[in-house]
């Protein structure tokens, strides 16, 4: 199973938007609604963003939303601030019992 | 509150296995899925597979097929994760998570560090 393809950084200033893209295959992304994102700080464990493509955990800013089309899901951040400054990955389940497809992750730079 | 708690960093020589645990806190350890995640300084994360805590059932990912075992002790809601035949590729940080329809609930982490 491959990595899910991600852009290696998006960048953007303070209150503007990013988005990132995340591209599987029909055995992945494109045939479930089990995509999810995590963002990860340095040094710290991952934390759920998004899952079932565009749901929000509890406790997470309405700022981030989720999407998908065919095998590509997105990630978006809307009125972007410095905490959101991060790596992040989508994930999506791949069929007989994997769960985790990971995308290579995205450096978001807050400018 | 739902929490894992990992056990402390490892410093392991080539060919030696390593032995991770992960103890639940917060739930009935019985009822959700425990996967293993790692990551090696610097790269993206990569799965390693799950095990039903309730029935001991288990999968893998294919790169880990034959190296890898997970087991668990319901008695005191732990799961445990062994690695095999370690090589310097296998120097990462290693991560149960709780899996409820996504990785929710994630474990601080494991440094494992293989090197002679």
């Known amino acids: 199973q491959s990595a899910l393809t991600q852009p290696r950084s998006v960048s953007g200033s303070p209150g503007q938007s990013v988005t990132i893209s995340c591209t599987g295959t029909s055995s992945d992304v494109g045939g479930y609604n089990y995509v999810s994102w995590y963002q990860q700080h340095p040094g710290k464990a991952p934390k759920l963003m998004i899952y079932?493509?565009?749901k929000r955990p509890s406790g997470v800013p309405d700022r981030f939303s989720g999407s998908k089309s065919g095998n590509t899901a997105s990630l978006t951040i809307s009125g972007l601030q410095a905490e959101d400054e991060a790596d992040y990955y989508c994930c999506s389940y791949a069929g007989s019992y994997t769960f985790g497809v990971f995308g290579t992750g995205t450096k978001v730079t807050v400018l | 509150q739902v929490q894992l708690v990992q056990s402390g960093a490892e410093v392991k020589k080539p060919g030696a296995s390593v032995k991770v645990s992960c103890k639940a806190s917060?739930?009935?350890?019985?009822?959700?899925?425990i996967n293993w995640v790692r990551q090696a300084t610097g790269q993206g994360l990569e799965w390693m597979g799950w095990m039903n805590p309730n029935s001991g059932n288990t999968g893998y990912a294919q790169k880990f097929q034959g190296r890898v075992t997970m087991t668990r002790n319901t008695s005191i809601s732990t799961a445990y994760m062994e690695l095999s035949s370690l090589r310097s590729e296998d120097t990462a940080v290693y991560y149960c998570a709780l899996y409820r329809g996504a990785f929710d609930i994630w474990g601080q982490g494991t440094m494992v560090t293989v090197s002679s």
């Open positions: 917060g739930y009935t350890f019985t009822s959700y899925d």
């Open positions: 079932d493509v565009s």
